[in-house]
């Protein structure tokens, strides 16, 4: 059964243009057209992260490149601090954990902003003892999105690294990786990128290549140096490389740069406020304040009365909508709207009449076609 309406915070729905893109015939990844296409892939990702340091591409989803982004930087028994308010915080911090560096967990409240001035305390109190810090941009189990820049400011010693995951807020929100001093930064193809899943994006500072370079924890597939190697030397990738999903990235980043990454941004600023604007006309709560809520994804309180199992069920069987359920502590208690990468407002439309359907079914009182009502109110008020 082919699921129509993808309403996730990844995977996300695939442009038949970049499809057609994608099922193009095989060819050698040792040859000049993968060369000049890698090239071409490194340089546009630069532009859309607005970074000059270097850029690799793995084969793998975004953990892989969250695993890589530990096994290059840091040594066994490295002090870092994992800033926590989401399940993917805490899997960057596992992550570090299990490879042995000593990790000091960070716990914010799910669902809002870190405070910030209990996190330099710990910082200036660990000075250069602080390896690095780890920090999730958009904390897609919650859609909180953290603060990057003022996290990064909060570092007192040029020995701490910021390694930060950006898999499901490249694309959709502005990222300054040379201006906000990151020093490791990464992404998934199934996100913002709308490309199939199977591509992961990561960036080195100098900074983070220097700590590559002392690191001691295990790697092998892992091993940026390799990656390096190969790319300077000869424009290649290490290993066979997803070869249609880098044929794909390279035409949806022309279709991105000439549209405008920031364009791109705006588009994704103003669907997510059209969504919290309807689901508020609906009548069901939000789980996140305006000031810190994420562009891609929307969490949404289940109400009372209300078994989201049922909801879902709802949804996808009779709508063909797939929303995602809470992870970790939330699980049960919120749903969320995904709206990120090709997304449009008819989609949106489309997913906020089927909600409505369903809640109706499921008993929850209110006002049929409000949500839609208010949506459509919405975007018609906000057209430039
Ligand atoms: C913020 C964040 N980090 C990490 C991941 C894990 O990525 P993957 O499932 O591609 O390994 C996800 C996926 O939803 C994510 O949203």
Redesign the pocket.
Known sequence: MITKYLAL??PTEVNPEIMLEISKPIFNHRNVIFKDLLERVTEKTQKLLNTKNEVYFLTA???GA?ECAIVNTLSKNDKILALINGS?GQ?FADIAKQYGADVIEFHGEWGKGFELDKIKKIIDELGDNLKGITV?H???STGVLNDIEAISKLRCSDKTLLLV?G??SIGAVKVEVDKWNIDVILT?S?KVLALP?GLAIIAFSSKAIKAYEESDMPKYYWDIGKYRKFYIENRETPYTPAIPLFVGLLKQLEVLEEKGFDQEIKKHEKIANMVRYAIRAIGLELLNDDDIAANTVTPIKVPDGIDLKQLRKILLEKYSVDVAGGQGKLEGKIFRIGHLGNVEPLFIISILAALEMALKELGFEFEVGRGVKAAQEFWINNLK
């Open positions: 915070p990844g989803s975004g953990t969250m993917f899997r999730v958009c904390e897609t995951d898999i499901s998934g199934q899943p």
